[in-house]
């Protein structure tokens, strides 16, 4: 019975670190692709609030269609662009 404990134990610390460390790496992304200044620019300027629209990486990978390789338009310095259909 012990066993069957500790090892749901390192398990559920597992998934713990897991998520934590998944957490840590989007913020980091968020900050050093410039996340922080667009909130910035957000909260001081009302007029690109309305204008402006940010979408969830869950949100980006629906409309990419999983990030399929038919919907690539092209690829830079910057990353890989594509093509998105959304729902609406």
Do not use: A, P
């Given at each position: ?8 134990l390192v398990?559920a ?8 460390k ?12 410039g ?5 910035q620019?957000?909260a ?19 409309a ?6 038919n919907?690539?338009l ?15």
């Open positions: 019975m012990g066993l069957v404990f500790s090892t749901m398990y610390l597992y998934k713990v670190i897991k998520k934590t998944s957490k840590r790496l989007k913020e980091r992304f968020f900050k050093r692709n996340g922080l200044l667009l909130k620019q957000q001081t300027n009302i007029h690109l609030v309305e204008k402006t629209i940010l979408f969830s990486s869950n949100e980006l990978e629906k990419t269609n999983h990030f399929n390789e919907r690539i092209g690829r830079g310095g910057q990353g890989t662009v594509y093509k998105g259909m959304l729902t609406d």
